[in-house]
């Protein structure tokens, strides 16, 4: 569904999830039970990759796993994503606590284990493959975010920036080498120090003239703002069971169709989906796939 010769290259986190279902998020001092334990393939960048290539993309993803990482890179291969710059490391992959209330609203735990041992020899070898035409995914689950940046944009990538999870050493990063930004309400605050929609975006704008933005507001919809226009899409209502993979799917599906269904009819798919994977369990596994998002929207 992408340009031709186009190719998304997701440098991101790879994530073994277990989720637990519990009645609230557990109290600082509190011990509670938990009615059910799931394992998932998870992770930021996974998730982001397999809404990518499940939107029709072809997706490259790079980033590192340990020993324990087969069924990652399994998941990855299922949905055709290639997984040759994946490099495997001497220690655990990275992996997610996550706790899933009864409403569906999640609390995570990171630990980043592998994916926190990317070096400036693989970023040179990932990037040698892919120029100015192609797509670089980023998040910050990763280490080394502000180096891959800087090597991407010696070679003119196209990059799109999830600053999730938010820490101040993204404020050192050299975001005026982003052209798209990704952010929800919290981590838009954090870099314009705004709450208000209008004033972030316009924050935005003044501090980073040449990047767009896609900023998502949960039960408010989302907002675009691409080459002086601002475009609006409300949510889709539906019983929500867990929204772990709802951003990660809204912003793959987003970026997979843009170039071929415009901006306006792409913030619809991109809703479509994520409500979609919000009335699934899981992380990855909740993830449509386009003509699952096809039927959803002709039977809305």
Known sequence: MNEKNTKFLNFGSLNQDMVYSVDHTVRPGETTASSKLEFFCGGKGLNQSIALARAGAKVFHAGCVGSDGERLLEKLKENDIDTSLIKKCDMPSGHAIIQVDKNGQNSILLFGGANKQIDEEQIARVLSDFKASDKLFLQNEINDVDKIIAAASEKSIEIILNPSPFGDEILSYPLDKITW??????????????????KILSVFSEKYPSAKILLTLGSEGSICKANGKVYHQKIFNVPVADTTAAGDTFLGFFFALVDTHGIESTLKYASAASAVAVSRNGASSSIPKLYEVEDFLKNI
Not at 181 to 197: H, I, M, Q, R, Y
């Open 181 to 198: 930004f990704v952010v929800n309400e919290t981590e838009a605050n954090e870099l314009t120090g705004e709450s208000d929609p209008d």
